[in-house]
């Protein structure tokens, strides 16, 4: 179990952008596979994107494909979830999770997979 803290939500217009960042409390997420779940009104709770700590090879839902990014920062300390075009259903609670055991990203990642979880930071886009 590791301690993960989420930032960067907030209100933004449809079309805008926001950054959120998934960091560990006072350590690395260099050796850890981190995902970005989001909770939707009137959805399960879904998996968005995954970078995997084998490789850094990532995952991306097909939903958010081409608009949404992550990535590692440069020293490799948190996970960046960069969401540009931003949509009204995009809008949600997103979370971070850690995982130590495969190490790896697919594409039927479940919430199950991760041990470890942050609180949450919500999105909300309106206009």
């Known amino acids: 179990q590791v301690q993960l803290v989420e930032s960067g939500g907030g209100l933004v217009q449809p079309g805008g952008s926001l950054r959120l960042s998934c960091a560990g409390s006072?350590?690395?997420?260099?050796?850890?596979?981190i995902a970005w779940f989001r909770q939707v009104p009137g959805k399960g709770r879904e998996a968005v994107s995954c970078?995997?700590?084998?490789?850094?090879?990532?995952y991306i839902n097909d939903d958010v494909k081409g608009r949404f990014a992550i990535s590692r920062d440069n020293a490799k300390r948190s996970v960046i979830l960069q969401m540009n075009s931003l949509k009204p259903e995009d809008a949600g609670d997103y979370y971070c999770?850690?995982?130590?055991?495969?190490?790896?990203?697919?594409?039927?990642?479940?919430?199950?997979?991760?041990?470890?979880w942050g609180q949450g930071t919500q999105v909300t886009v309106s206009s």
């Open positions: 970078i995997s700590a084998a490789d850094d090879s990532t």
């Open positions: 999770a850690a995982e130590t055991r495969f190490l790896i990203c697919a594409p039927n990642i479940i919430p199950l997979d991760f041990p470890s």
């Open positions: 006072g350590f690395s997420l260099e050796d850890y596979t």
